[in-house]
């Protein structure tokens, strides 16, 4: 099945274009070269220079870089040799997509972006209004859409034992970023949205069509309804990180340190509300095209998903405070964004912490 041939995505990430800052080229990721690639990047050095030894694997240097990587070139287009001599279509997969993460389903084609990109992060500090919108093709181009395709497979979720369907899930995910959009706090946000999900939760097929349920669960108040203690306070976000933390890969080293709670009060707390646009923003991109969807069980999975980024985020930022000693600001802001996102989008398996998070549907 063709992808179609329109992509969503938010508003923010539709300006994104590479501006060549060697983030992912210096990260220490093993790429892999597809066969009708590899002719024109073996031309440009050595064989034996380019790939690791019997493979098609580009080889890194001791300090983590690809080999194809030039820090200070001169020419405009940045320091990827392969891209510079014989351009876009040149690249492997895996450089050509990043940091685009597509979700394709029976409703839409969504793309959201892996803020480890520190283009991506600039973003969030933009003043575009956040919505869902249509990619340009420059962003979305018609041969670079791999991602999670569950166009063939059952729908969402409702909870365990209750599909949605597509388009209903896809309403629920609009009403969503739109409360991500409002004024307040991301923690005000993420109690509107949490409310929502229990507010569905209790929905039969005999009292009304679950659209219906959607749009009545996004326009009531969010007052007096219980969510669970996970979305509530430190131990549950404690738990969520932990959920992050346990699951990367046995082969990939990561600081697991719990939030460093003296730091967070004297370098967060105080100017946390300066930046709740940006950390709204961060969010939505984290439950915009959410693959959780799919690989979770339910809509509080979902949920647990965003707060899960948050209380990630919150970690970074009191660590990023504490080496920097100074008060958050932007800069520490933006590295805090892209580290959560290194574990969250590329260290963490998925799978397992979907599979994780789960837990919190028995709650």
Known sequence: MEAPASVQVLSHHAAYVCRRS?????????????????PAIRTLRHERAVFEDGTTMLRLTPAGACVLYEPGAADRRGGCLAHRT???AALPSACRHFPRIYLHDAHATRLTLSHF???????????????IGEA?????????????DARDALPPLLHPGMLMDA?????????????????GTPEDALRRIAASAERLRSWSPASMSLMEAVRGAGEAGDED??????????????WLADAAFASVPSDLTVDRGPLDVNADGRFVVPVWAEFAAPVRRYLAGRLFGSWVAYQGRGLRTVVASVACALAVLR?????????????LDAALLTEAIRQADLLLVHRADRQILAGRLSQVEKR
Do not use: K, M
């Open 315 to 327: 970690i970074e930022a009191a660590r990023a405070c504490a080496a920097a000693r100074r008060p």
């Open 225 to 238: 309804v219980p969510v669970p203690g996970v979305f509530r306070g430190a131990e549950g976000s404690a």
């Open 167 to 183: 388009a209903s899930y896809a309403a629920w995910e609009a009403q969503a970023v739109a409360a991500l959009a409002g004024d």
């Open 86 to 88: 014989r351009g876009h």
């Open 22 to 38: 060697g983030a992912c080229c210096t990260a220490g990721w093993r790429i892999p070269v597809e066969p009708d690639r590899v």
């Open 117 to 131: 990109c520190p283009t991506a992060a600039s973003l969030l500090f933009e003043r575009e209004p956040l919505r």
């Open 136 to 148: 340009p093709i420059a962003l979305a181009a018609l041969g670079d859409r791999e991602g999670l």
